[in-house]
C-alpha cells in the first residue's frame, strides 16, 4: 500500500548568509508539515549542515548543470520526478529555480512561477530584507509566522583549534570579486591592537582567498592568531557563541556569527544595503560609508559591543 505522508520539498540553494537565515523559514515549514517527509534541494557546500539541522528528512544537492550538460540535465529532471510532491517552497526564487515548476509537473508551489498557487507577487520583494520577503511569501502560503534564524542545533568541538580564553572574531574576507566591499586589512590589525590593550585577543577567520588580508592582520597585531581554512560552518558558530564579539565585511561568515547569537558589527560600504544586507538582532550593529574606507578605527571600536566573558 502506497505512503500517504505528505512529501515537502524546500529549494534553497545559497549563498551562506541566505542559507542561515533561511533557518527561521526551514522550521516554520516544518513546524506547518510536522508529519511530512520534508525533502531540502540545496546545492554541495550546505548540504552537510542542512542533514545535520532538525527540518529535514532528506537532502538533495542540485549540482546546477549548464545549458550544454545534457546528461546533468537529465539526471536532475530525473530527481526532480521521482517524488510527487505535495507542496513545494522555493525560497531560492532563481530563474533556475522558478522553471523547476513546469520540469516537476506544475505541483503546489510557493515562489515566482506566474501560474502557481502561492504566487508571491509582492511589487518590492526585491528591495525587501530576506526574512521579510520569505515571512511574506510564506504567509501567502499559509504561514502566519515565521521565527528567527535558529542555530543552535548547530555545534563543533573546538579543542583542535585552542582559541583563547578572551577573543573577538575578525572576518577580514568578502567577496573575491567585489574589493570595495573590504574593510583595509591593516585597520582591523590596529583595531585587534587596541582589544589588546584590554586583554583581549583576536582570532581571524577565511579561507585561501582572504589570505592576503590574514598575513597583515596577523604581521601587524601579536595578540592575532589564524584559523583560515580550519572553521567549518559548525565550528564558526561554536567559536561565535564563545567570543565576546566579532567584527567584519559583509560576508555570509558574518551572518552566521550573528545569528549564532554573538554581539557583531558588520561593516558596509556603498555596494551594500544596509536595509537588506545587516543581519536582524539586538545584538547586531553596523557602520555605512559609500566609501568603507571612511569608517575609521575608532569609530569601529566605538560600535564593537562586547559580552562578558563567561
Known amino acids: 500500500m502506497a505512503s500517504t505522508q505528505?512529501?515537502?520539498l524546500?529549494?534553497?540553494h545559497g549563498a551562506l548568509g541566505e542559507f542561515v537565515q533561511a533557518t527561521g523559514a526551514f522550521a516554520a515549514i516544518r513546524a506547518r508539515h510536522p508529519d511530512a517527509k520534508l525533502y531540502l534541494l540545496t546545492t554541495k557546500p550546505y548540504a552537510d549542515m542542512a542533514r545535520k539541522s532538525p527540518w529535514f528528512d532528506e537532502v538533495w544537492v542540485d549540482k546546477m548543470p549548464k545549458t550544454w550538460e545534457v546528461a546533468g540535465l537529465l539526471k536532475l529532471r530525473s530527481l526532480l520526478r521521482s517524488v510527487k510532491f505535495d507542496m513545494v517552497y522555493d525560497l531560492q526564487t532563481s530563474e533556475r529555480s522558478?522553471?523547476?515548476?513546469?520540469?516537476?509537473?506544475?505541483?503546489p508551489w510557493s515562489g515566482l512561477a506566474a501560474d502557481s498557487d502561492y504566487f508571491h507577487a509582492h511589487p518590492d520583494r526585491d528591495k525587501m530584507h530576506p526574512l521579510d520577503r520569505w515571512a511574506d511569501q510564506l504567509a501567502v502560503a499559509g504561514i502566519p509566522e515565521v521565527p528567527a534564524p535558529d542555530l543552535s542545533w548547530l555545534e563543533a568541538n573546538l579543542d583542535q583549534l585552542h582559541p583563547p580564553k578572551r577573543f573577538v572574531l575578525m572576518v577580514p574576507g568578502a567577496s573575491a570579486t567585489r574589493p570595495a566591499l573590504r574593510w583595509a586589512s591593516d585597520r582591523f590589525a590596529a583595531l585587534g591592537n587596541m582589544l589588546g590593550l584590554r586583554g583581549i585577543s583576536t582570532v581571524v577567520l577565511g579561507t585561501r582567498q582572504d589570505q592576503d588580508a590574514i598575513k597583515?592582520?596577523?604581521g601587524n597585531c601579536p595578540t592575532a592568531m589564524s584559523l583560515m581554512d580550519r572553521t567549518p560552518?559548525?565550528?564558526v558558530a561554536s567559536l561565535a557563541r564563545q567570543a565576546l564579539g566579532a567584527v567584519g565585511n559583509d560576508s555570509g561568515p558574518m551572518q552566521l556569527v550573528a545569528a549564532a547569537g554573538c554581539p557583531s558589527l558588520m561593516l558596509l560600504s556603498g555596494e551594500s544595503d544596509p536595509a537588506i544586507r545587516v543581519p536582524r538582532g539586538e545584538a547586531?550593529?553596523?557602520?555605512?560609508s559609500d566609501d568603507i574606507a571612511g569608517i575609521s578605527v575608532e569609530q569601529a571600536a566605538e560600535a564593537l559591543s562586547l559580552r562578558e566573558a563567561a
Open 6 to 8: 505528505p512529501r515537502i
Open 10 to 12: 524546500v529549494i534553497k
Open 98 to 107: 522558478t522553471g523547476y515548476f513546469h520540469v516537476m509537473g506544475d505541483p
Open 216 to 218: 597583515v592582520i596577523l
Open 233 to 235: 560552518f559548525a565550528a
Open 284 to 288: 547586531v550593529a553596523h557602520l555605512y
